[in-house]
């Protein structure tokens, strides 16, 4: 999965993009939310400003750093938003985008800092001056290269970042060593995780075995292409497969024991767990920045964290590696660094790795983009820009923003309202201030 999106050699963000191919819009490949309307990036400024405001609107010390910027619409409007906020942007001292692809640096760098700015190097990567606040904006590869000070308050958001980050994917089998007859395994991609409590057996001893990706045999190949053949279908059989591993992997000895939420499940052969190290870590960097740790003692926790994402709340993903092609999903082994691939994202696995990474944040959420969106003021500042356009630009402009707005909001059951969800990583406050978006209130203190 890393390899496919994030390689050197023609990684689906990484590689080179040619004429034919852009990831983004309704010629790409998916849509994200900030795209489909400038009002989802306003409301993520309108939270952060809330929670300056919240914690005593510092004078000085703010970033605000977005790990996979996109196209960097987003931070588009949130700066654009912030910027309608002088004293909030006065007090921004470093904007950072954390970005693995090269081609969509420079695309968000023409958006932010318009079309002629010219990057120039700095320590954690490049650099160049934003159009909307005229303060620093520094381009990174990756969060490490983004110094944690004790002094600052950072402010952090990942919209559509975390699915992006490879998973492992395990199920549970009884041991190689254990003398009874193997479990019979059914083909991987389609095998559901038992509920817990079947068909468990004290005396016998389970292990977990990690899916492997793996060159489909020729034998295979061959018996596919004729069955697609028979079938009066053009497609070749995909050239990779998810087997399972007939040992323990490296991965597969430490990761699933790792939390009692998946140590519960290996005694319940067929479970099937989905895993992310990658989120952890990032998580867990947010938590150190936000509430500091052993490494980085602050005066006091502050900032926050923002992660919108699609995925589970409670459960632990299964069975969710896609691919998407053109609007469509695909077979996640077909046209590798061509297909966008994601996975689920596990909220509470992103929950339990901050709080324990440091002892100064809170979670809150994960909540429904539509239950967020709305405590935001989605529909009053749809209406207001609608009053704003009607006139100048006419009804078709008023209906697009209408129904953009719905569509972020639809609770249908495979609606971005319901099918995205929102979480928040705070300074520790003994669950006392729950933040705008999740049913608690500005605060001024
Ligand atoms: N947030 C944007 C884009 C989502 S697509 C939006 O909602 O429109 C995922 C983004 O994360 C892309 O910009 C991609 O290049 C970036 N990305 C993926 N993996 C990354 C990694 N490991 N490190 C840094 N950026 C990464």
Redesign the pocket.
Known sequence: MRMC??GDLGGY?TGAIGQDRD??GVKGDFV????ISQIFGELVGVWFIAEWISQGRPKKGVQLIE?????G??MDDVLRTVARFPAMADSIEGIFM????PE?RDTQKQLLCGPDAQFTKCDAGSQSNGKHIRKPIVWA??LKSIPVEANKMPFIVA???FD??PIHTFQSALASAAPSKPLATTAPAASPARPAGTETNASVSYEWREMMVSPTSPTLMASAQAKSRAAGKSEAPEEFQLILSSKPTRHSRYLPESSSRYRQLKHTPGSVIEICPDACLYAADFARRIGGSAGVQKPQPSGAALILDYGTSETIPINSLRGIRHHKLVSPFSAPGLVDLSADVDFTAIAEAATLASDGVEVHGPVPQAYFLELMGIKERAEMLIKAVITTQGSTTAKSIENSCKRLIDRGPSGMGKVYKVLAILPENDGRRKPVGFGGDVRPT
């Open positions: 999106l994030t963000y990831q983004f994200t939310s900030p795209e790990v996979g910027p996109g196209r619409t987003l954390v970005e693995a692809s969509l590869e990756s919209h559509e970042f992006a980050l």
